[in-house]
């Protein structure tokens, strides 16, 4: 009891943690940020078009290089490790983790090119296959969420990683809710109104509640495995 900290010190901890490290996020992303405003703004198709691939192009080297060293700091705040520094570890595990991450980015960014141009082409043809596909585009996002949490928790060969993410993905609709309604919530709040929250909270929010959940289940998963029978 007389080492518990005070509430007000805990909670103010974890809104320099969560604050912190978003900042370092947002800022690996500005180029991409900056894409999408102007993409958001453009006035013609041709505009759109030439902003859409260059966000995917920077995609598999920016964005998921430095989401995954934001889920690998969230694992570290549950698994109470020790951080000298928030951006200095935030940094080393986007430089330890950017190989993986990389090629990762480049197989699930193709998946989501096909995808959006899948939908561009069938949404004027076909509403039962634009929603088998808007279907498919819900998976594929919480696949994509999935990977992060298994690209922090896991020391495993990428083929591995995938596996484990897409298993994850298909046997738990408990975990696939919570990210679905945890994460969409959050975006539509940042985006639909609280914009400020973009750079300071969406992403560590995200991240933090996802890999919560994702954790609290594999504990569960090892107590039944470990419970005698």
Request: proline letters at 3%.
């Amino acid at each position: 009891m007389g080492n518990e900290k005070p509430i007000i010190y805990q909670l103010s901890e974890w809104f320099m943690r969560l604050s912190i490290t978003n900042i370092a996020w947002f800022i690996s992303n500005l180029p991409i940020a900056y894409l999408l405003l102007n993409f958001v703004y453009a006035e013609t198709k041709e505009s759109r078009y030439i902003l859409a691939i260059g966000i995917l192009l920077l995609a598999p080297f920016l964005f998921f290089p430095a989401t995954s060293a934001l889920f690998a700091m969230v694992r570290d705040w549950i698994l109470k490790k020790e951080q000298c520094s928030l951006i200095k570890t935030y940094f080393t595990y986007f430089r330890k983790n950017y190989c993986f991450s990389l090629l990762g980015g480049l197989l699930l960014t193709g998946i989501w090119a096909i995808l959006v141009i899948d939908f561009i082409y069938v949404r004027q043809i076909n509403v039962l296959l634009l929603f088998c596909i808007l279907g498919l585009g819900v998976v594929i996002y919480i696949f994509t969420i999935n990977f992060f949490i298994v690209l922090a928790h896991y020391d495993e060969k990428l083929t591995v990683l995938m596996k484990k993410a897409f298993v994850l993905t298909l046997v738990s609709p408990k975990l696939f809710f919570i990210h679905l309604f945890a994460s969409s919530g959050i975006l539509y709040i940042s985006i639909g109104g609280w914009l400020v929250l973009l750079p300071f909270f969406t992403g560590a929010l995200i991240a933090f509640i996802s890999y919560s959940a994702f954790y609290r289940i594999y504990l569960n998963v090892l107590d039944m495995k470990n419970s005698p029978i």
